[in-house]
């Protein structure tokens, strides 16, 4: 070998070696400087805005969701970072218009309300007298119902008798009151799950049957039990207007309906379809140095429901994975290990994108030493559990304490804990046999408030809980991609009848969805 090249190399070697000391050497100037950052000049407000307001909901295959990949790719390339997005399927693509829902009788009135993703647009307005579907004792009765509802518009929920939510009722009611409300609340829905049990039909199989009946549109509520807050999920009606209401308008109807009034409504949307539309992850890499083929994954769900604007899920979790990166690339780039970024796609519709990345890349993921995933609100983060990994304690325990005092000591830990086999996109790496964690936050109500509802939008967003997420997940991102120790993907040993969960296969496109 030439000597000139032999002592080039030799010398980028002590180079890299130097920087990795140094890292460990200086870290905690260097921790100091991204705290100071993250308090007091940090982007989420900025990207929140970009990503929310601008861009908006991100149902796989829209405009909005492909628009969304392109921005994170754009928004990383000002920073220096490599991003590309990767395409491992198809979806329907689908584009959400405007909802017009009138009452025209007995009286008029404005109905708060939307259409349900990817159903069809009404062309021109559906006007039609409103059913409510009854209480049925037996598959035959709602057969003979069912021939009556051409040419109408059924309601397919649960009437819901009060509007208040359950923590009003206990804090406000008497007892013997409380106690029969609850009594009331359990029996009706009781009594309408029998219902649909008697159909012998699943609620998807339900609506097609009276679709082909001839019925001219469905309407649902979807209520979570807090004021205000509906789940908008998919259209399971295939050529007729399907769309949510609000709890109280749902009830004006259906009692309407049910006290013999007939009232009717007029349907008008505006969404497109739009074919089908390749769908995508998004990976961002900063190299390492000395390990460049170890990697520390960071992991967010880009992709939401589109009731709303998608923020605490998975907004949030798109834009501290992405302020992680900033103030990596910033502060401390040259780091042993790899830093790989992946928002996913079509977390919502059962985590396609990450089984996909599991699927298409095996090289790339046996070369993943940890992942931390962050999938669930606003809160700070308070729970790390082992995912079954038998010396997760020994790695991450040491790495948590990194964390200033005032954050860590809000965080509960469970080692080695028990594998995730679903729920959220880090269980698709932990099926592998990688040890990857999730990132669970303090709850602000999310199940009832924001999750998958009309309601998840910016102004839900803590950012001061979100500041010290973006603290605690840099520090614990730049530990692991540090440390000059092996990371262990050792398994415990499972309770009896438990088993490790398996990789399972993406859905890669949109049929029978």
Same mark, same amino acid.
């Not at 130097?18 to 407000?45: D, H, M, P």
């Not at 390990?291 to 880009?302: G, I, R, T, W």
């Not at 519709?349 to 609100?377: C, W």
């Given at each position: ?17 130097? !920087?990795?000391? !140094? ?6 100037? $260097? ?51 490599? %991003? ?47 059913? %409510? ?7 035959? +009765? ?238 700070? $983060? ?22 200033? +005092? ?108």
């Amino acid at each position: 070998m030439n000597k000139k090249y032999a002592l080039l190399g030799f010398t980028a070697l002590v180079s890299v070696t130097i !920087n990795a000391q !140094n890292f460990q050497q200086t870290k905690q100037n $260097i921790y100091n400087q991204i705290i100071n950052e993250v308090e007091t000049n940090n982007q989420l407000e900025h990207l929140a805005f970009e990503l929310l307001d601008e861009i908006g909901p991100r149902l796989v295959g829209s405009p909005q969701m492909e628009k969304a990949h392109d921005w994170v790719v754009s928004t990383y390339a000002d920073w220096n970072i490599k %991003a590309e997005n990767i395409p491992y399927g198809e979806w329907k693509s689908w584009q959400r218009g405007t909802t017009e829902i009138t009452m025209t009788s007995p009286r008029i009135k404005s109905i708060e309300g939307t259409q349900l993703a990817w159903n069809s647009n009404t062309k021109k307005a559906v006007e039609a007298e409103v059913v %409510a579907m009854p209480v049925f004792q037996s598959k035959a +009765e709602f057969e003979t119902w069912a021939n009556a509802v051409k040419g109408k518009i059924v309601m397919i929920s649960q009437y819901q008798k009060s509007g208040r939510p359950e923590n009003q009722w206990k804090e406000h009611a008497t007892e013997e009151d409380f106690d029969t409300y609850k009594k009331e609340k359990t029996d009706d829905l009781t009594a309408w799950n029998n219902s649909i049990k008697a159909t012998e039909k699943s609620l998807r199989e339900l609506v097609k049957y009276l679709e082909n009946k001839g019925a001219a549109g469905f309407v649902q509520s979807y209520n979570t039990g807090t004021m205000g807050a509906n789940r908008i999920f998919y259209s399971l009606a295939q050529t007729v207007p399907m769309v949510d209401v609000s709890l109280e308008d749902y009830g004006l109807l259906y009692r309407l309906a049910t006290n013999g009034k007939s009232p009717k409504i007029k349907i008008n949307t505006h969404s497109k379809n739009l074919g089908n539309t390749q769908t995508f992850n998004t990976i961002a890499t900063i190299p390492g140095k000395t390990k460049p083929n170890e990697y520390v994954m960071l992991s967010a769900h880009l992709d939401s429901w589109d009731g709303a604007q998608g923020a605490t899920d998975n907004g949030t979790g798109t834009i501290l994975m992405m302020e992680v990166a900033r103030l990596i690339q910033k502060y401390a780039p040259n780091n042993d290990r790899t830093i790989v970024i992946g928002h996913w796609g079509s977390e919502e519709q059962g985590l396609n994108g990450s089984r996909a990345y599991i699927m298409d890349h095996p090289t790339e993921v046996q070369k993943i030493k940890v992942l931390f995933n962050q999938d669930s609100g606003t809160g700070r $983060i308070n729970y790390i559990g082992g995912q079954g990994f038998t010396n997760s304690y020994d790695y991450l325990g040491n790495w948590l304490q990194s964390v200033p +005092e005032h954050i860590r000591k809000h965080i509960k830990t469970d080692f080695p804990g028990m594998p995730q086999s679903g729920g959220t996109d880090n269980a698709s790496f932990v099926a592998a046999g990688i040890p990857a964690f999730n990132l669970s936050t303090q709850n602000w109500d999310y199940g009832q408030y924001t999750w998958h509802t009309n309601r998840d939008t910016y102004d839900k967003i803590v950012f001061e809980e979100l500041e010290k997420n973006v603290i605690t997940t840099t520090l614990l991102t730049l530990e692991a991609a540090n440390d000059p120790n092996e990371i262990s993907n050792e398994k415990r040993v499972l309770p009896k009848d438990t088993e490790w969960p398996t990789v399972k296969e993406p859905k890669r496109n949109s049929e029978d969805y």
